[in-house]
């Protein structure tokens, strides 16, 4: 009995044994896994395997040919890497058993199938996993839509032209495996650990207090932006063109600009707001 494996490659019993030749290309070889149980990763079955070292190569120069290998037990085996094509590289797997050869092909639910049989108590323990998984699965999922509801009862405050967002707590992954009821849960996650002011950028622990304290701050801009202006015009500076809010913080820029740099000639000259905000905002962290 004999099945093909790739290209120019081949498996066969041969007086009882079986003999496997694969070909290689490029020095890229197919590499030969004998499965030796089953295990569940990341919610989903898949087999256990060690490497079978090839019995012989036949290679040219340039790294063309076929490996073999010889004597192969019974057992279920994963070939990786051969060479359907010369630019198609494909999985094969097969059986040994009692003489005889089982193809699965491409067929990996096929192959898994026939593991599960051979690894009886492997893929008890792994079918239980599996079951675990979804089960976390499903509750994180249900947990996630509770939390989702929570947060609806949150929405974005707007006073004075600012607005204050809730800002919740981050949902780790392991959250479907809490002890909480999801009652607890959603309101854990649902309930923003802060609030937070863009701009200015500020955090409180309700809206209101993220609120009055970026009112706090607007307001001593305002301040210090009519006592730059005030002075601006008294030192006969130009008046600067833009939004309300753009001169009053320009001319809150161009003050402490000319601070550090008495004289500069773009004191006198700059007279946009835009050119003082996108050039020397950072000024004032000085």
């Known amino acids: 009995m004999t099945i093909d494996i790739g290209r120019r490659g ?3 019993i041969v007086d009882g044994a079986a003999v496997l030749c694969a070909e290689v290309s490029g020095g890229r070889e197919a590499v030969l896994y004998r499965v030796v149980g089953l295990e569940c990763v990341a919610g989903s079955t898949r087999v256990k395997s060690s490497r079978v070292e ?10 063309n040919g076929v490996d073999s290998y010889e004597g192969l037990s019974d057992g279920i085996y994963v070939m990786k890497g051969v060479h359907e094509t010369s630019g198609r590289i494909v999985t094969e797997m097969f059986r040994i058993a009692v003489g005889e050869i089982e193809d ?3 067929d990996e639910s096929a192959m898994i199938s026939a593991a599960k049989i051979a690894f009886p108590l492997d893929a008890q323990e792994a079918e239980a996993k599996e079951a675990e998984a979804a089960r976390l699965a499903a509750r994180r999922g249900a947990i996630e ?7 609806t009862n949150y929405a974005p405050v707007v006073r004075n032209g600012l607005a204050a967002e809730p800002v919740f707590p981050f949902i780790p992954k392991d959250v479907g495996t809490r002890g909480e009821d999801e009652d607890t849960l959603a309101l854990d996650f649902g309930t923003p650990r802060e609030w ?18 970026a009112e706090a701050i607007n307001e001593k801009r305002k301040r210090e932006a009519e006592e730059a202006a005030a002075k601006a015009k008294e030192d006969g500076l130009p008046e600067l063109k833009g939004t309300e809010r753009q001169v009053a913080y320009a001319e809150e820029i161009r003050a402490k600009f000319a601070q550090f740099n008495p004289g500069h000639v773009n004191i006198k000259k700059a007279k946009t707001a835009k050119f003082w ?4 905002k950072g000024i004032l962290n000085r």
């Open 104 to 106: 699965f092909g491409r």
């Open 277 to 280: 905000i996108e050039n020397h």
């Open 10 to 12: 081949g498996l066969a």
């Open 145 to 151: 839509a509770a939390i989702a509801d929570e947060r």
């Open 196 to 213: 937070k002011v863009i701009s200015p950028y500020v955090t409180g622990s309700t809206a209101d207090e993220a609120l009055a304290k």
């Open 54 to 63: 090839r019995t012989k190569t036949d290679r040219s120069n340039s790294g």
